[in-house]
């Protein structure tokens, strides 16, 4: 994790699970960030309180509201960092935030799907499109032209589960709309990877694993800590490189099947 140089980072979904476990762990880095955003909807309800402790011990985290399929709450989120990075860029987004509905093909709704998508798929497209500008910024601030995490990055929280090509665990979780979602998430990164290399910006899809979450305990037997997960994926993004712009990988750096 030591590779990990990021002077920014913004993570959504920031006040529980991965989200949280991430955000802690660049705290502690002997190199962190001068600034890490954390986004939740509701930075001042029970569900943020271990946002809220966090805060209040490191100056350097900024807790910012941010609904994800709210096109104004995002567009506040990026004005507010915008405001606060002033002239330098921000090198790194995480769209993590996520939802799972557990249904199954037969019990699948338009509400629930819907749902889903807006905030595993749309949510992402909209949070990146609106924070595009501070990484372009970044990226045009830094010298060379090798694409890296430390350039500027959009790494969005994927799911093996949306793996077409080796779509493991059905007899364990069909969970219709989870799967389609990060499948579309996965499409949605390589498109981004391409449209966004002209700008500097590496883009790749994660799985963090099944590891023990709300949610993630929700849809399969979960194998690992949130902290193992969190240490196997940032130490994957020290390593991101201009050959992994557009890939699907896992926390431990393996590529995954589309």
């Given amino acids: ?6 002077c920014s980072a913004l993570v959504t979904g920031a006040n529980r699970g991965i989200g949280l476990g991430i955000v802690r ?21 029970e569900r943020a309180q271990e946002l ?3 805060a209040s011990k490191h100056p350097s985290l900024v807790i910012i509201p941010l609904e994800v399929t709210d096109s104004s709450s995002i567009q506040a989120a990026a004005a507010r960092v915008g405001e606060h990075l002033k002239d330098s860029g921000l090198k790194l987004l995480l769209n993590n935030a996520g939802i799972a509905k557990l249904n199954s093909l037969d019990t699948e709704t338009l509400e629930d799907m819907s749902q889903v998508y807006a905030t ?8 990146s499109q609106a924070f595009l500008p501070l990484l372009k910024k970044a990226a045009l ?5 090798e694409l890296s995490c430390s350039k500027a990055a ?17 007899d364990l979780m069909q969970a219709v709309s989870y799967r389609c979602s990060k499948a579309a998430l996965n499409m949605l990164t390589k498109c981004q990877s391409l449209g966004y290399r002209e700008h500097g910006i590496l883009c790749a ?5 099944w590891v023990q979450t709300d949610m993630g305990s929700s849809l399969l037997p979960s194998s690992g800590s949130v902290d193992m997960s969190v240490q196997g994926v940032l130490n994957v993004l020290s390593t991101l490189s201009e050959k992994d712009t557009g890939t ?5 750096g393996k590529v995954v099947p589309w």
Avoid at 32 to 44: E, I, L
Avoid at 154 to 170: D, E, F, K, Q, V
Wanted: glycine fraction near 14%; aromatic fraction near 8%.
């Fill in 248 to 252: 699907f990988l896992d926390w431990e």
């Fill in 52 to 54: 809220q402790h966090l």
């Fill in 1 to 6: 994790m030591a590779g990990l140089r990021v």
């Fill in 25 to 45: 762990q660049l705290l502690q880095m002997s190199n962190s960030p001068k600034w890490v955003y954390a986004t939740c909807r509701n930075p001042k309800g």
């Fill in 120 to 127: 595993n798929t749309i949510g992402p497209l909209l949070v």
């Fill in 205 to 209: 899809a994660l799985h963090p694993g």
């Fill in 154 to 170: 959009i790494i969005n929280i994927s799911s093996y589960g949306g793996s077409i090509g080796s779509p493991s665990g059905w």
């Fill in 141 to 145: 601030g830094s010298p060379g032209s």
